[in-house]
Antibody
C-alpha cells in the first residue's frame, strides 16, 4: 500500500525558511516523479513543484520559482521542499502526491498534507 | 503555460439530478502519442486530500461509481454526475498533465 507522510510544516515569519519532508513507502520510490501541491485556506489546488525519479529534472510553478527547491533522497524514499523567502501568500496546506505511472502525471496517491503558516 | 478554467464556480443540484461541470484549457490537451486527452478530474471533500476520479479525460479510476463520467476533447471537457448523491457534495477540480508545468482548474463546488 502506498503511503505518503508529509512533515515539517509550521508557523514561520515572512522572509523565513522552512523545509518540508514527504516520506514515502509501498512502492519503488526511484521509479516515480514526486510532486508538491498546495492549497491556501478556502482556496483551490495549486501545483508547486515536481521532480523526476532520478532527481535530474525539476519543475516549478511561477509563484515559487527562485524561492523553493525540490529535491529527493532515493536511498531514504524521501522528497523535500526547501522553501525560502516565505511570504504570507505561501500560507497553505502542502500535499505531496505520486502518479500511478512513471510517464503520466496525474495523481492517485496523496498524503494528508502539512500546514504552513507565514505570519509575523 | 496552460491555464485551466472551470465553470461554474458552484452549483446546487437536487438529489438524484444531474450535475455538469465544465473545464476549458487554454490550449489543446490532445496527447499526440496516444490520441488521448491529458486531463484528470478530482473530488475533494473538506479536510481531505483530493481523490482521483478520472484520467485521460474519460477513464474512470478503479472504484469510482459509474455515475461519474468524463467527456470532451481538445480544449473543452465535462465531468458529469448522472444522479447526485449526498456523498457527492464536494469540490471538483480538473488538472492538465500534457506539460511538466501542471495546472489545476480553480474548482467547482457542488452542493445539494
Amino acid at each position: 500500500e502506498v503511503q505518503l507522510l508529509e512533515s515539517g510544516g509550521g508557523l514561520v515569519q515572512p522572509g523565513g525558511s522552512l523545509r518540508l519532508t514527504c516520506a514515502a513507502s509501498g512502492f519503488i520510490f526511484s521509479d516515480y516523479v514526486m510532486t508538491w501541491v498546495r492549497q491556501a485556506p478556502g482556496k483551490g489546488l495549486e501545483w508547486v513543484s515536481t521532480i523526476t525519479g532520478s532527481g535530474d529534472s525539476t519543475y516549478y510553478g511561477d509563484s515559487v520559482k527562485g524561492r523553493f527547491t525540490i529535491s529527493r533522497d532515493n536511498a531514504r524514499n524521501t522528497v523535500y521542499l526547501q522553501m525560502n523567502t516565505l511570504r504570507a501568500e505561501d500560507t497553505a496546506v502542502y500535499y505531496c502526491a505520486k502518479p500511478p505511472y512513471t510517464f503520466y502525471w496525474w495523481f492517485d496517491s496523496w498524503g494528508q498534507g502539512t500546514p504552513v503558516t507565514v505570519s509575523s | 503555460d496552460i491555464v485551466m478554467t472551470q465553470s461554474p464556480d458552484s452549483l446546487a443540484v437536487s438529489l438524484g439530478e444531474r450535475a455538469t461541470i465544465n473545464c476549458k484549457s487554454s490550449q489543446s490537451l490532445l496527447y499526440s502519442s496516444n490520441n488521448k486527452n491529458c486531463l484528470a478530474w478530482y473530488q475533494q471533500k473538506p479536510g481531505q486530500p483530493p481523490k482521483l476520479l478520472i484520467f485521460w479525460a474519460s477513464t474512470r479510476e478503479s472504484g469510482v461509481p459509474d455515475r461519474f463520467s468524463g467527456s470532451g476533447s481538445g480544449a473543452d471537457f465535462t465531468l458529469t454526475i448522472s444522479s447526485l448523491q449526498a456523498e457527492d457534495v464536494a469540490v471538483y477540480y480538473c488538472q492538465q498533465y500534457c506539460t511538466p508545468s501542471l495546472a489545476f482548474g480553480q474548482g467547482t463546488k457542488v452542493e445539494i
